[in-house]
């Protein structure tokens, strides 16, 4: 079983300063993680994703989060936000499975979610 | 490419009335998802599809709630008697199924369907 910990409900800024929005997972096996962000009034979309590799991944919007192992941590960053990030972001783990012979990530356990808030 | 559609959008019920909701996944998805996502927390996972076989649902309430995937493509998920406690958001996701590790099987997901049962 899989259990995610987003440790801030609620996260308030200022434009151009940077954020942390911090997860922590637990898990008896290996497990792929995600970053999800929500809109108001829109559907679920994939931020970013640890699959393998380099341990520092990289949205097209300038987010950015490091997996730790050793902390299991999943940390999202931003060096500097504008007011369009505002929206609940969602952390979430996915076993590595093989499913009859294939992969699909999509069996995720999420955290509670932290909303983001960006003040002009 | 169309994305995951679900309807309706909203929903009242009264407690002990009963409700579906549909879900078109992705064409050529073979993998879908059930979500109940409740005020303030994450969503949770309710079922999990595999063409038209059901490959996990064991946190689905099956007193109560239902689903179903006739053919492999559209799914329906049915409540019946509705409490309160049901009143949540049901997201559908869908992914394609690739054989072998590396595959990139993301999961997309539908705007959801936000249920209010009074």
């Known amino acids: 079983a899989q259990s995610v910990t987003q440790l801030d409900s609620q996260v308030p800024v200022f434009e151009e300063a940077p954020v942390e929005l911090r997860c922590n997972y637990s898990?008896?096996?290996?497990?792929?993680l995600f970053w999800y962000v929500q809109y108001p009034n829109q559907g679920l979309q994939l931020l970013l994703k640890?699959?393998?590799?380099?341990?520092l991944v990289e949205s097209i919007n300038g987010f950015e989060a490091e997996f730790n192992k050793s902390q299991t941590s999943f940390h999202l960053r931003k060096p500097s936000v504008h007011i369009s990030d505002t929206a609940e972001y969602f952390c979430?783990?996915?076993?590595?499975?093989?499913?009859?012979?294939?992969?699909?990530?999509?069996?995720?356990?999420f955290g509670q979610g932290t909303i983001l808030t960006v003040h002009p | 490419e169309a994305g995951v559609a679900q309807s309706p959008r909203y929903k009242i019920i009264e407690k002990r009335q009963s409700v579906a909701f549909w879900c078109n996944p992705i064409?050529?998805?073979?993998?879908l998802y059930w979500y109940q996502q409740i005020l303030g927390q994450g969503p949770k996972l309710l079922i999990q599809?595999?063409?038209?076989?059901?490959?996990?649902d064991s946190q689905l309430p099956k007193d109560r709630f239902s689903a179903e995937r006739l053919k492999g493509v559209d799914s329906t998920l049915k409540i019946q008697p509705a409490k309160l406690e049901d009143s949540a958001v049901y997201l559908c996701?869908?992914?394609?199924?690739?054989?072998?590790?590396?595959?990139?099987?993301?999961?997309?997901f539908g705007q959801g369907t936000r249920l209010t049962v009074v």
């Open positions: 640890y699959l393998s590799g380099s341990t």
């Open positions: 064409s050529g998805h073979a993998t």
């Open positions: 996701a869908s992914s394609p199924f690739r054989p072998g590790r590396g595959g990139n099987t993301e999961a997309f």
């Open positions: 898990s008896s096996v290996s497990v792929y």
């Open positions: 979430a783990v996915s076993p590595i499975q093989n499913n009859a012979g294939g992969t699909s990530y999509g069996k995720l356990t």
């Open positions: 599809f595999q063409n038209n076989g059901v490959v996990d």
